[in-house]
């Protein structure tokens, strides 16, 4: 069972950038695709950005390319999301997933999932 704990959620304002992080406890962590999922009030949850396991591959939405950047150290089981040039409309509950299979395209569904950070960014 994969265990998935967020951090690093807050209140920022419009442009500043912001650093999510997602610690698993499988120590089989190398071999799952790692990815972020964001929900907005009164929206659908959609597909953020994924990193292979090898952290060869990564896949983001086209709302946050050029602005986020994911990464992953295997060696302390974490992922990072680096979120700069934040808007307002960046605003979500922000989720960890892993998975063994890679997205196809932002299609994706995960198997495991944590329980999300929040993060609002003010205009």
């Known amino acids: 069972q994969v265990q998935l704990v967020e951090s690093g959620g807050g209140l920022v304002q419009a442009g500043e950038p912001l650093r999510l992080s997602c610690a698993a406890s499988?120590?089989?962590?190398?071999?799952?695709?790692m990815g972020w999922f964001r929900q907005a009030p009164g929206k659908e949850r959609e597909f953020v950005a994924a990193?292979?396991?090898?952290?060869?591959?990564?896949y983001y939405a086209n709302s946050v390319k050029g602005r986020f950047t994911i990464s992953k150290d295997n060696a302390k089981n974490t992922v990072y999301l680096h979120m700069n040039s934040l808007k307002p409309d960046d605003t979500a509950v922000y989720s960890c997933?892993?998975?063994?299979?890679?997205?196809?395209?932002?299609?994706?569904?995960?198997?495991?999932w944590g329980q999300g950070t929040q993060v609002t960014v003010s205009s």
């Open positions: 997933a892993a998975d063994l299979s890679e997205p196809h395209g932002s299609s994706w569904y995960p198997d495991y």
């Open positions: 499988e120590r089989t962590f190398s071999s799952y695709c």
């Open positions: 990193i292979s396991w090898s952290g060869g591959n990564t």
